[in-house]
């Protein structure tokens, strides 16, 4: 029972952090509060490496519950920790990324006047996290869901007196809560179909609900699994912005650069993928489910990439690159191949998380700049930055050897042998989405770091609407290295985006890491063949190069070079010559309008019309002040019963109150 | 459980008692007037307390009771108990009178003394409804609450209160007098006005529609729902703050509370008959008004408008075990719909309460409740933005927050009656988060909106604890609802094997 404690030590301590810096922050110096919070997240983060110790190396699992949260209809509702591999590789990830973000922080947020709030609210999104991650059963897990929700709204409108910002964040709550909707529609259904919302016992009921089908509309039969695997998918795909509920992360970019990095990269929009590898047993008995998950997931990797083409901020870039990855860890889920998934979803984690913060080293250096079109050789300015940054870069490519080379190969081989409807397409866009992805990568790294610096000289230029208003001073002196409370942190996660990968990739994949964790029935086992002809680390990375997506990532650092180095006239020309396209792209497809038409200003109209022909006109007008019209009408004939006198009403109302009580009593 | 305790009978007059006092202390002796209002206020606090915790959780019977014969000739006794469904609306209305008392303690400039005494007074028969077993008890507890709440939005209201009040009276009354034609009819079928009695009377099909109906009016006017709504925005609208909370904290859930006493015991065959019609109209209230809410320009018409759609997840919740009846032949997992909708009425208990009194705390120090007036507060009332933050989720119904636990078990409770229902009912997951957050961006958010604003200042230390409490209620039954549902589960499971056997 020890490690309980172990478990109850690594969210209490995040929690207490946050509470002291939030609650009591009003009475304590800055350092103080982030010595607290940072303090629990290290406490968090050591304990993590000990559970991990405990559960992936001794193979400890543990699955039982704290208190019961409420007993109702027969059915138990508890607050518990599920650890296994899957949560303690979580663990570690999200400790190690909050800690270094915690870290970053103190440099980043130096000048804001909210530094001790944005602190507390770190640290309780960890706390929340933490709670996701380990729940055992639905109800917590959505609790997590929703608490991160919640951080995540608090820190994208952390400056609130920002109008983007303060747009984003509701924006953000709710698409998730669209998702959300869906979501908890499918813990109903869990409850409904397994009579428990405990993971292990829902897990172990699936053979009765197998068959079972559910009559929803008209004369049509759905499988129940299909549709209670469908509804959690949607909640998957509002956390972990899949098309068409994509459309606030990007928006979310609006918060402090740490925050994108912890939140919207690394963990936070992982939920998703987390949860779905998570219900694996629920999830392999729906082929309608996976194939839905794969096209999902295999539109959202492709065409969120292209949408990193033509951005400017540097941000915004990171972000859509986001929404690519995610989309290649659902397509990987689509494919079965949860546990490769899983993979990339924790070697993104780290060079994401690095990325994220390198842009705000050099966001920092540029003094709060974020376009691109502005910045250019800061190579020779920020070396650090710019070590780590290629790092980030050549491990999100996939370049052979680093971290994001093997989880994203493992998954492109995957969706190659799986046998799912629609793994045609999800495999021509991922292959495609790698030469994309080497694209937009190295277009941002060479705009920011190498060819002529385009800061210096043009002290008044357009800032772009996307820089931060409180920090809009322009300083001549040339642009320098970040401090160590920043570049530490970079190296830090510099050394797993390259070792990560070739450290876990035979354990994760192949050697059954995951054990118990993720159930996969034997004929959708696409991993299997691709272990069968795994030997070695070396051997798999001479495969990768002779293989097609090593090629189209080297094609695209090539273009990216040629276009943005050599010819920048070409860009141009082909924005020119393409130019609904181009529109197209810049307006990110028209999602965002037709939510704002549609969805937002439907609402508004739907309700206004609700309330003034509803409620104003046709209750109020008609019924209520219209029988008060009546009445008037009635009264002025026998208003000669009406005196005027208290009294009299008094009076009249005993008598008939009387007459009536003699006339039932006494008929 | 003592039964020659009258704990119950201490639990109404001791406000009442108070409350005169209070009256006879006046205004003139300084805070005095308020003290004692806040003594007495606290002593039903006490009391209450004790209620709580002689409570036998193991037993549907009616704990507490009191029977002392009043009018033999008729049959009427003063007759009071309380069961496991209406034990927690005492507590929970002693409770929101110490923070109404403390929400008017400096704010009510005008003849104070009375006006908490109007408060007091009203807590005695608002616990008098609750506690009574006698029709005629019960009936006229139920009239004689209206008339504190009519003087107090009548005296102490704003402009277009006369408007209001009579709106609010004529409504609430024109139901009322239907119910107590319905309970003569019941008493010269069975020559008793025991409400328990008639949960044993065998009423024709026929009979037991009219009864329902003219029940319904009675209760679903006080709710209220859909249509008959329209009385509530203008209420809340032009009623003092205190007046507010306690209309929508306590007055709404009465008639809650009545289709649970009256309407589903002694007519079950037509509440079974109905119960189509009645999630319909349930849904529409969650539906139809969680889209009006999201135009509302004025914060109290929003958060009254919000209200009724709360509430229609409780009408929801009892008239589910029906339909799950009908589909299974079982009332298995039906029980988590009734006590779900107990839960979001304890729940909207404290978070309408909680956000009144946001609007109150920003109307004492700007006269104005438009959204429009208001923006970027958070730079000036830091501490106000933070729980109003905290409770505008709550009211969202954020896991965590009391405002999850009900919503969540009627959700998970319709899914078993249907799936469309429990897909309305989740809607309220994006139309909630929309008008509360809306609002929260426009008034709370951004930059600082104008010179009134740039001028607030802070909460006080007597607004900040006021919140404080709301908050810690708020969040411990978020984090843990077993104890107030556990309360519940004896007299509900006997309900719903009430209500399964036929009447006819």
């Known amino acids: 029972m020890e490690m309980k404690s172990v478990y109850l030590a690594i969210v209490l301590a995040p929690l207490i952090g946050s509470v002291l810096a939030g609650i009591f922050g009003h009475w304590m110096e800055r350092k103080i509060a982030h010595i607290v919070t940072i303090g629990g997240v290290a406490v968090a983060f050591l304990l993590s490496l000990l559970v991990f110790q405990d559960t992936a190396i001794n193979g400890n699992t543990f699955n039982g519950n704290v208190y019961t949260w409420m007993v109702s209809g027969g059915i138990s509702f508890h607050v518990g920790f599920l650890v296994d591999q899957l949560t303690a590789m979580m663990l570690v990830v999200v400790s190690f990324v909050s800690l270094m973000v915690h870290i970053y922080t103190i440099g980043y947020m130096q000048e804001d006047p909210g530094y001790k709030r944005f602190f507390s609210y770190i640290s309780l999104f960890t706390f929340a996290m933490f709670m996701l991650v380990m729940s055992n059963n639905f109800m917590q897990l959505f609790f997590g869901w929703e608490a991160v929700g919640v951080v995540s709204y608090l820190l994208i409108g952390f400056w609130f007196q920002k109008e983007t910002a303060i747009y984003a964040n509701l924006k953000a709550f709710l698409v998730n809560r669209v998702g959300d909707f869906g979501f908890l529609l499918g813990i109903a259904g869990v409850l409904l179909y397994f009579g428990s919302l405990d993971y292990a016992e829902v897990f172990s009921r699936t053979d009765g609900v197998v068959g079972q089908t559910i009559n929803i509309w008209g004369d049509s039969e759905w499988s129940v699994m299909t549709l209670i695997c469908i509804l959690l998918f949607i909640g998957a795909m509002g956390k972990s912005a899949q098309v068409p509920l994509h459309v606030w992360l990007p928006d979310s970019m609006e918060g402090p650069t740490p925050i994108s990095a912890l939140i919207h990269a690394a963990t936070m929009v992982t939920a998703g993928i987390f949860m779905v590898a998570r219900m694996s047993p629920l999830f392999e008995l729906s082929e309608t489910a996976l194939s839905v998950v794969m096209v999902i997931g295999a539109i959202t990797a492709l065409f969120m990439g292209f949408l990193g083409l033509v951005q400017h901020d540097i941000k915004r870039v990171v972000a859509y690159s986001t929404l690519s990855q995610l989309g290649y860890m659902t397509v990987a889920l689509g494919a079965s191949a949860y546990a490769a998934g899983v993979f990339h979803l924790m070697t993104h984690a780290f060079f994401k998380a690095l990325l994220f913060l390198a842009a705000g080293s050099v966001i920092i250096a540029m003094h709060h700049e974020q376009d691109m079109r502005n910045m250019g050789g800061l190579k020779r300015y920020m070396p650090i930055t710019y070590w780590t940054s290629l790092v980030g870069s050549l491990a999100l490519i996939g370049f052979p050897g680093f971290a994001g080379f093997f989880s994203k190969d493992a998954i492109i081989e995957a969706v190659h042998a799986s046998n799912t409807a629609g793994s045609t397409f999800a495999y021509i866009a991922v292959l495609l989405g790698v030469f994309i992805t080497a694209l937009y990568s190295f277009r941002m790294f060479f705009l920011v770091f190498h060819g002529e610096p385009r800061f210096l000289g043009s002290a008044h230029h357009d800032q772009g609407e996307e820089a931060h208003e409180d920090h809009g001073i322009h300083t001549a002196h040339a642009p320098h290295e970040t401090p160590w409370v920043v570049t530490g942190p970079l190296i830090a996660l510099a050394i797993p985006s390259v070792i990560i990968g070739a450290l876990f990739v035979e354990p994760m994949l192949f050697a059954g890491f995951f054990g118990d964790a993720i159930q996969v029935k034997p004929e959708h086992d696409v991993l299997a063949p691709l272990g069968a002809n795994f030997h070695g680390i070396m051997g798999f990375i001479l495969h990768g190069m002779m293989a097609p997506p090593f090629w189209l990532a080297m094609a695209g650092v090539g273009t990216a070079y040629y276009f943005y180095m050599m010819r920048p006239d070409i860009p141009e020309a082909i924005k020119q010559r393409f130019s609904g396209i181009h529109a197209l792209l810049e307006n990110k497809y028209g999602f965002d309008s037709f939510n704002e038409i549609f969805f937002a200003g439907g609402s508004r109209g739907i309700g206004g019309l609700l309330w003034k022909f509803g409620d104003t006109k046709l209750i109020d007008g008609l019924m209520v002040n219209g029988s008060a019209y009546g009445v008037g009408k009635i009264a002025a004939v026998i208003r000669h019963l009406q005196s005027g006198y208290l009294y009299h009403y008094a009076f009249a109302m005993i008598i008939g109150l009387l007459t009536m009580l003699a006339w039932v009593l006494y008929r | ?504």
């Open chain 2, 1 to 504: 459980m003592d039964s020659s305790s009258n704990i119950l009978s201490l639990l109404i007059w001791v406000p009442i008692v108070g409350g005169l006092l209070t009256l006879a202390v006046g205004d003139r002796r300084g805070a005095m007037g308020r003290v004692t209002a806040l003594a007495f206020a606290i002593i039903t606090l006490l009391i209450s307390l004790s209620l709580w915790n002689g409570f036998d959780r193991s037993t549907h019977l009616m704990q507490f009771v009191e029977l002392i014969p009043w009018i033999e000739p008729f049959n009427i006794n003063y007759h009071l108990g309380v069961d496991g469904i209406s034990m927690p609306f005492i507590v929970l209305t002693s409770f929101i009178t110490v923070i109404v008392v403390i929400a008017g303690w400096e704010v009510i400039q005008d003849r104070n003394s009375q006006y908490m005494a109007a408060f007091l007074i009203m807590t005695g028969l608002m616990n008098g409804v609750f506690a009574a077993l006698d029709a005629i008890l019960f009936y006229i507890f139920w009239e004689a609450m209206l008339i504190p709440m009519f003087i107090i939005i009548g005296v102490w209201g704003g402009p277009k209160r006369v408007y209001a009040t009579i709106k609010f009276f004529l409504y609430t009354f024109l139901g009322s007098v239907f119910m107590l034609i319905s309970l003569l009819w019941l008493y010269s079928e069975s020559n008793t006005f025991s409400i328990l009695a008639y949960h044993d009377l065998k009423i024709g099909m026929t009979a037991q529609m009219l009864i329902f109906f003219a029940f319904l009016l009675a209760f679903a006017v006080k709710v209220p729902m859909w249509p008959v709504h329209t009385w509530l925005p203008d209420a809340h609208v032009e009623a003092p703050t205190g007046g507010s909370v306690v209309l929508a904290a306590i007055m709404l859930k009465m008639g809650a509370y009545g289709f649970l006493r009256f309407s589903l015991p002694i007519v079950p065959d037509a509440s079974s008959e109905l119960d189509t019609f009645m999630i319909t109209l349930s849904l529409i209230a969650v539906v139809y008004i969680g889209f009006v809410a999201l135009v509302q320009q004025d914060m109290k018409k929003l958060i009254a408008y919000s209200s009724i759609s709360h509430m229609g997840f409780v009408t929801l919740g009892f008239f589910i075990p029906f339909m799950i009846f009908k589909q299974s032949g079982s009332m298995e997992g039906a029980a988590i719909g009734v006590e779900g909708a107990l839960a979001q009425m304890i729940s909207h208990g404290f978070i309408s309460a909680a956000m009144f009194l946001s609007v109150g705390v920003l109307y004492d120090r700007l006269h104005s409740r438009e959204i429009g007036d208001y923006g970027g507060v958070a730079n000036t009332m830091p501490a106000f933005a933070a729980f109003m933050l905290f409770f505008s989720m709550a009211n969202a119904g954020l896991p965590g927050t009391s405002g999850f636990v009900g919503e969540f078990m009627v959700i998970l409770g319709s899914f078993r009656a249907n799936f469309w229902i429990a897909f309305l009912a989740a809607s309220t997951l994006i139309l909630g988060a929309a008008y509360t957050l809306w609002m929260y961006k426009r008034v709370v958010y951004g930059k600082i909106g104008n010179d009134g604003v740039a001028g607030l200042s802070d909460m006080n230390k007597r607004e900040f604890l006021m919140m404080a409490i709301l908050a810690a209620a708020v969040l411990a039954m978020g984090l843990y609802p077993a104890p107030v549902i556990d309360v519940m589960h004896a007299s509900v499971d006997h309900l719903l094997q009430q209500i399964t056997i036929s009447k006819l």
